[in-house]
Each structure stands twice: as C-alpha cells, then as structure tokens.
C-alpha cells in the first residue's frame, strides 16, 4: 500500500501571535460542526521553532474555530521554547496544550530537559506554563519524582551531564 502523508496548512488563526501552524500526518479526519480536527499516523506539529510529534494529535475549536486545547497522543516527543526563550525537550506518552493559558500538561513517563541549563525532571504528570515560567510534577503511587541538575564548579566547567 502507498503510504500517503497529508500535508495540511490549517486555517486557523493560531496561538497568541497568528503564527503559522504545519500539522503533517499520514490521515487526517475533522468535523467542523463538533470543533474536532484528528490527525493521526506519524502527526508532525511545527508552530514557529516549537514542534511535537505523536501517533495522534487531536485539535478542538470553539465556535470562532480558535482552537482551545490539542491533545497529543502515542509515544509524544516535543521541543518548546517558553517566552523567556528557555528550550525544552522530550517525551510523554500524552500531552495536553492548552493555549489560551499558554500550558503544557505532560503525562506518563515524562521526561523533560530544560536545555538551557540541564535541569530535567522525570514524573508521571508535568505541568509548564510558558509565559509565568512556572512548572509542577507528580508521580505514581510508590514512585519518585526525579529531578536532575547540572552543578558548575569554579575550576570546571561542570560536574554532570
């Protein structure tokens, strides 16, 4: 079978600034009456220098077809840079944007590394908004929260990485 990548410029006024939004993916189905846009099968997201790829990413629109909340789904990779242009990288198994509040949810298996820095967190559940800066993380029951800092040292450059 051919596999056959769809390619769609949506539409929609996106985010805070209007920037571009470049969704590809393998299918695509959507319903404007119900607001619901579902792309599934290899889904690349790119919006300025943020992307997000996953198995399936699901976009909901309120009545102006802005969208309120995307949903990413499937073994989620993901690059963001916030506002005060810190870079983050990794992965989830599930992602949740939510841009009117300008917040990322990250679930299971997160791995987040702060770029910048190398600070890195490893949870269950993640939060981070990219205007405040700020962040949270929970764990499973019986199960840590990690977080991980690169220390500098006076005489080198650094103890870990």
């Known amino acids: 079978m051919i596999k056959s990548i769809a390619v ?3 539409f929609i006024v996106t985010f805070s600034m209007g920037e571009e939004l470049k969704v590809v993916s393998d299918n695509f189905k959507g319903d404007q ?8 099968g290899n889904v690349k997201v790119e919006k300025g220098s943020d992307e997000l790829n996953a198995s399936k990413v699901t976009i909901f629109t309120d009545k102006d077809k802005k969208p309120f909340k995307y949903l990413a789904e499937g073994d989620v990779s993901f690059y963001i ?3 005060q242009k810190e870079k983050y990288k990794g992965n989830a198994q599930s992602v949740i944007y939510l841009p009117n509040e300008n917040e990322y949810q990250f ?7 702060r770029l910048d820095d190398y600070r890195r ?4 559940k993640v939060v981070l908004n990219t205007t405040l800066g700020h962040a949270a993380a ?3 029951p019986g199960e840590p929260v ?3 800092f690169t220390l500098e040292d006076k005489k080198t450059k650094s103890l870990s990485k």
């Open 8 to 10: 769609l410029f949506i």
């Open 33 to 40: 009456l119900k607001g619901v846009s579902i792309f599934t």
């Open 81 to 83: 840079v916030t506002e």
């Open 107 to 113: 679930y299971k298996k997160v791995d987040l590394i």
């Open 121 to 124: 967190v490893k949870g269950d």
């Open 138 to 140: 929970e764990s499973t």
């Open 146 to 148: 990690v977080m991980i």
